[in-house]
């Protein structure tokens, strides 16, 4: 279990995490999204010890990651986000350096390697020098060694970056099986890892937590979540526009768009006034369709996709550097015209 | 993959301080050698510690059995080959990145400051017991006072950890090798030029004779006179340990203040 709260890192006078509180159990996996510099990878350093909070605090297990580190660290597992190692030690000989900083010994050791080494499939590298490997290798090395003490808690910075595709399949798989019984805490940009993983995401945005909830409720939060498709064949003689606009009039739909018209046959998608409550809106809009005999064929409901979700959260660059441009020529304009 | 077995290694384990430090050490001890630089190192030091010995130290032309030719030149030699031994120990750790590994894991950063440094001073104490030779040679030689000559050792290795100590807290400074190398030569050489004798008559033009004897007490060759004569002071070992002392207390302070 990770409680945070009120956690804050100032850098002078740069706020990159700004007072984040979430918890996260065993049984969770928790997405951590964000664009670059968003503020993910200081958060987990923070929760991990390596960087202390400029305020608020870190719990592990009931362990203050400031106030007993040992502890609280001893049960953490961490994949820092360069996936670094000593890159002059062989696969084996780090594993077993890293077995032995986490306390265990002899038999153990042995043990705890070949379950890691089976895990991340690193057995026909073990006596390669990491230097020597390939990216892929070298970065599950460095997940190896997160779970060589089998932690209660993971937490993963970009685990499947640099990885091919198939490596990135087994790496959720794993991520999925262990966050049954542990808690983890991933982060990464890639978002049907999101989907395909996590029971929660969290999308950070400047420091700031911007949305919390499951891939689904995150997913019902897009403009276009609950939007109903339908593949019509009207009669002859119909206009699809006058279609259009019946669909917009019929109560609870907030606007109608044409997606598709060739020749006979018309996409229509009715958007739902989100203010209202919306149950059986796509029934009533099919029973409709069908005594207006406009010849039915499909209707679906748009579940929303997270990438809208997150590009509407977030504010990349290129935006912000749009909005300033903007600002600028109207403030340029308005100097004109004064 | 296979499915994520219990194992008898459960979660929250803690390693003992002192296992913590040897296992730091271990690890580092072997890098050391697993670079062909090791041996590098190791030659030129046996060849310059030999080179002083004989031509500078009139090792012959002194007609004595003892080794105060080989010492006496220790401080000059140190100063460039213990900044190189020293300067990967943060620096690499932080080029590298395994720096967020090492104090994410459950070991407190003063076991890894120590550890790490045990490791340099032991190579630096395992080339100069390959230094031996000049034992033999002198008991062959002569009746040289073997004690003597022990002390001169354990002296030199005080020094050399003084050196370390302060090549530990340069090279946490930078994650540049070069720049930790030449910022503690530069350190290094100040504590040696201080108490060099022309340096200190220089002073004695300007300062008074109390101010000198203070500004000469900081330096290592003033502890090492006596060391290369065979007197083991307890004030010089204090000196030493204090040296070896603030260098790794800053070195720790370095650490915490580039993770703030």
């Given at each position: 279990m990770i409680a945070t709260k009120n956690l804050t890192k100032r850098y002078g006078e740069k706020l990159a995490v700004d007072d984040l509180t979430f918890t996260v159990s065993p049984g969770e996996v928790l997405g951590f999204l964000g664009a670059n510099g968003a503020g993910k990878s200081t958060t987990m350093r923070m929760i991990t010890g390596y960087l202390p909070p400029s305020s608020g605090s870190v719990k592990v297990d009931g362990f203050d990651i400031v106030e007993q580190p040992i502890p609280a660290k001893a049960k953490i597992g961490y994949l820092p986000?360069?996936?670094?190692?000593?890159?002059?030690?062989?696969?084996?000989?780090?594993?077993?350096?890293?077995?032995?900083?986490?306390?265990?010994?002899?038999?153990?050791?042995?043990?705890?390697?070949?379950?890691?080494?089976?895990?991340?499939?690193?057995?026909?590298?073990?006596?390669?020098d990491i230097e020597t490997l390939s990216k892929g290798y070298k970065h599950r090395t460095c997940l190896a060694q997160s779970l060589i003490h089998d932690p209660e808690i993971l937490i993963l910075d970009e685990p499947t970056d640099g990885l091919d595709p198939n490596q990135k399949h087994e790496v959720r798989q794993l991520i999925k099986r262990m966050?049954?019984?542990?808690?983890?805490?991933?982060?990464?940009?890639i978002l049907e890892e999101v989907e395909a993983v996590c029971s929660r995401a969290i999308i950070i945005d400047r420091g700031n937590i911007v949305a919390n909830g499951t891939p689904a409720e995150l997913k019902a939060t897009a403009e276009a979540a609950g939007s109903v498709i339908m593949s019509l064949r009207p009669p002859q003689g119909m206009d699809a526009q006058s279609l259009a606009q019946q669909v917009a009039a019929r109560p609870g739909v907030l606007r109608s768009e044409i997606l598709v018209e060739d020749g006979a046959r018309?996409?229509?998608?009715?958007?739902?006034?989100?203010?209202?409550?919306?149950?059986?809106?796509?029934?009533?809009?099919?029973?409709?369709a069908v005594t207006q005999h406009l010849g039915?064929?499909?209707?679906?409901?748009?579940?929303?996709?997270?990438?809208?979700?997150?590009?509407?959260?977030?504010?990349?660059?290129?935006?912000?550097?749009?909005?300033?441009?903007?600002?600028?020529?109207?403030?340029?304009?308005?100097?004109a015209q004064a | 993959m296979n499915a994520v077995a219990p194992t008898p290694a459960s979660t929250g384990r803690r390693v003992s301080a002192v296992s913590g430090i040897v296992t730091i050490a271990k690890r580092e001890l072997a890098a050391y050698f697993d670079a062909p630089i090791a041996y590098v190192f190791i030659v030129i030091f046996l060849l310059l510690a030999g080179f002083f010995t004989f031509t500078f130290g009139q090792f012959f032309e002194r007609g004595e059995a003892s080794l105060v030719s080989f010492f006496s030149w220790h401080p000059w030699l140190y100063l460039f080959l213990v900044p190189a031994v020293g300067m990967r120990l943060w620096a690499e750790e932080r080029r590298l990145g395994t720096m967020e590994l090492l104090m994410t894991m459950p070991i407190a950063p003063w076991q890894a400051i120590i550890g790490k440094y045990l490791a340099s001073w032991i190579f630096i104490g395992i080339a100069l017991l390959l230094t031996f030779p000049l034992i033999i040679t002198v008991n062959w030689l002569g009746h040289p006072d073997n004690g003597v000559i022990i002390a001169g050792y354990i002296g030199s290795l005080f020094m050399a950890g003084a050196y370390l100590a302060i090549a530990s807290m340069t090279s946490a400074l930078s994650r540049n090798q070069v720049v930790s190398f030449v910022l503690a030569v530069m350190a290094c050489l100040i504590l040696v030029m201080v108490g060099f004798d022309p340096v200190t008559t220089l002073l004695a033009r300007w300062l008074s004779p109390?101010?000198?004897?203070?500004?000469?007490?900081?330096?290592?060759?003033?502890?090492?006179?006596?060391?290369?004569?065979?007197?083991?002071?307890?004030?010089?070992?204090?000196?030493?340990?204090?040296?070896?002392?603030?260098?790794?207390?800053?070195?720790g302070v370095i650490i915490r203040s580039q993770r703030a």
């Open positions: 986000e360069a996936a670094p190692s000593y890159s002059d030690m062989t696969v084996l000989s780090f594993l077993k350096f890293s077995a032995q900083l986490r306390g265990l010994s002899g038999g153990e050791i042995k043990q705890a390697i070949r379950r890691v080494v089976d895990l991340t499939f690193l057995d026909s590298v073990l006596g390669q966050g049954e019984t542990k808690t983890i805490i991933f982060s990464t940009h018309l996409v229509l998608l009715a958007r739902p006034d989100k203010s209202r409550a919306q149950a059986g809106f796509s029934g009533s809009l099919a029973e409709w039915l064929e499909d209707i679906r409901v748009e579940e929303g996709r997270l990438d809208d979700v997150f590009r509407a959260l977030t504010v990349t660059d290129a935006a912000s550097q749009q909005a300033k441009q903007q600002a600028a020529t109207e403030a340029a304009a308005e100097g | 109390a101010a000198v004897e203070a500004i000469a007490s900081f330096s290592v060759m003033t502890h090492f006179d006596g060391v290369t004569k065979g007197v083991l002071d307890f004030k010089d070992v204090v000196y030493f340990a204090s040296v070896i002392g603030f260098g790794l207390f800053t070195t």
